[in-house]
């Protein structure tokens, strides 16, 4: 099968070994995404609401590059630092994912790669082509 990949241009990327996003079949995984601008700076520090939709717009950019968009996400992985912005975070994932209803799970880390980070998520979309 072909495998497609998309890479966001960072340098963590090289240095970790691993792609923004991977197309295989008509199956595209998306790896942890956050809320960074194109030159790596974090958006929305202390703001989880902003931060989630920061990071949904990083997920739909690397979907684009694969002809593919959020309509096609069929899973929704979201980690944040602290739970109790559940509702900021699931109301920014309500706004883009509501008509589409992924299947989703939100679970509480320690601590992102960066201490300004609150969210971080990965998708699943399956776009019904080969």
């Not at 309500?94 to 201490?115: I, Y």
Request: glycine share 8%; hydrophobic share 40%.
């Amino acid at each position: 099968m072909d495998r497609r990949r998309v890479s966001s241009g960072t340098t963590w990327e090289a240095e970790v070994g691993y792609s923004r996003a991977v197309a295989v079949g008509d199956r595209i995984e998306v790896s942890g995404t956050t809320a960074t601008d194109d030159d790596g700076a974090v958006v929305g520090v202390d703001d989880p609401y902003a931060q989630t939709v920061r990071a949904i717009e990083n997920v739909e950019r690397a979907l684009a590059k694969l002809d593919a968009s959020l309509a096609d996400v069929v899973r929704t992985r979201t980690f944040v630092t602290d739970v109790d912005h559940w509702q900021a975070v699931g109301r920014a994932h309500g706004e883009a994912f509501g008509e589409v209803g992924p299947a989703t799970t939100m679970v509480e880390v320690s601590a992102l790669v960066d201490p300004d980070l609150l969210v971080e998520m990965e998708a699943v979309a399956v776009t019904g082509t080969e």
